[in-house]
């Protein structure tokens, strides 16, 4: 994990929790001062990997380690919030983590689509010690001048 | 695993079928439920159904993916199913997926029953 991320969450993989780590994923955007829609974005985009962890990672077992971690960053004079989220889910092939056409329409497989579309960047790899995906996405909340919200 | 609470809240029937209205967030939690509730109504075959998500804040891939399944039942049947009401967070996702321009989506239940 980043040793000094500002907000540091650890779940369990049940799509219970999800919803918690959203909340407190759009609050934090709300305090740095993101647009409304922006907050929004981030807690659909988190919800959106959580679950994608979940269902493809851990194939539905509710009782494996989730990390995710939030934090401001300033990247090109603009002020962003980077999210990683980290698991422990094994033989997942990351060139394998797609989005899929949308002039297709038939349901499931958009979580991917609406990451990629939604966070400035997205980075998947492998963790540090080898076992498990790290997922870091980076999103532009406003210019580098702009004032957060007390 | 525990019973979960209905997720369609009012149901209304009109001349050509019915309009639903799903109350709560629509996750990955809530959305198999939602799935039951809406392939039970389509067993019974309406020429319409109209969603109101009007009481509906926010809505995930998986909630998505459950209206997208029951609009291909409806278009099977040469039926139809409309969305109305959609809040700013949820017609968000609508837009970011194109599936705006699939779905016919009205201001509300009125305009609905006039597609």
Known sequence: MDEHSDLEIRIVSNPRYICAVRLAIESAARSLGAAEQTCGELALVVGEALANVIKHGYQDQTD???WVTGSPMQDDGRRCFE???????????????????LDEVRPGGLGVHLIQCIMDQVEYSHRQDGVGVRLRMRKCIGPANQVAKS | MAE?????GQRQSIDDGMVVKPEGEIDLIRSPQLRAELM???????????????????????????LVEALQIQRRKSNKLVLCGLQAKVRSIFEISRLDMVFQITEDAAAAGDV
């Open chain 2, 4 to 8: 979960q609470d209905a997720v369609i």
């Open chain 1, 83 to 101: 999210v990683v989220i980290e698991d422990e889910s094994q033989g997942v092939d990351l060139d394998q983590i797609k989005s899929r056409p």
């Open chain 1, 64 to 66: 494996r380690p989730i």
């Open chain 2, 40 to 66: 039970e109504l389509l067993d019974q075959g309406m020429a319409r159904l109209i969603v109101d998500l009007s009481d509906v804040p926010f809505m995930d891939s998986s909630g998505v993916a459950t």
